[in-house]
């Protein structure tokens, strides 16, 4: 997975001054990505983890206010994470404020989105449990026409956990590609 983000990353450096249209300043946009989730405990499992990352999907809609500011809805699914004995389901439902930055009319965009989430697991045999978590991530991407944008960005959802009177840190994160239509 490593190896396609990196093409793609190469792909829209090297196709960036060719192809560039100025994003649409505002509207509705929705979009989806791909790439590799890691799921971090904070030393609450360490021993029992035998698998710590997988592939993540998201799908996401939003509304641009203008071209600095949107906010976002998103479903991402972690993967499937092994912690002895046995597999557990991670997934997030969130919302974003999402900051963007446009470099002036060349199609590309840095960004940064903060945002809360409700993180599901689910264990195979015993049931479900969700958690609130604080969401973060930056990326960049790149609008080949003004309403579709090609990007990569990376994300964290992040709480606390405490068992036995113990609090831990836990933790996914996923690099992704995207990809994103505008109305």
């Known amino acids: 997975m490593l190896r396609i983000t990196f093409t793609v990353a ?7 001054n060719t192809s560039a249209a100025e994003p649409k300043a505002k509207g509705f946009y929705i979009g989806g990505g791909g790439g590799q989730s890691v ?6 499992i360490d021993a029992n983890i035998y698998d710590d990352s997988d592939t993540a999907l998201q799908i996401y809609a939003g ?4 071209k600095y500011l949107a906010v976002e809805a998103r479903y991402a699914d972690f993967g ?11 997934s997030a439902t969130s919302a974003h404020v999402v900051g963007i930055l446009p470099f002036g009319s060349s199609g590309w965009e840095l960004f940064g989105q903060l945002g809360f989430a409700s993180v599901e697991f689910d264990t195979a045999g015993f049931g479900g449990e969700s958690d609130a978590a604080a969401t973060g991530g930056i990326g960049v991407r790149f609008s080949a026409t003004e309403n579709l944008a090609i990007g990569i960005q990376t994300d964290a959802y992040v709480w606390e956990e405490t068992t036995f009177s113990q609090t831990y840190d836990m933790g996914f994160g996923s690099t992704q590609v995207t990809l994103s239509f505008m109305f």
């Not at 190469?10 to 960036?16: C, E, K, V």
């Not at 799921?39 to 609450?44: I, L, N, P, R, S």
């Open 10 to 16: 190469l792909f829209i450096i090297f196709t960036g």
């Open 39 to 44: 799921f971090v405990d904070g030393g609450a």
């Open 63 to 66: 509304y641009k206010f203008f």
């Open 80 to 90: 499937t994470f092994g912690v002895f004995p046995f597999d557990l389901d991670v």
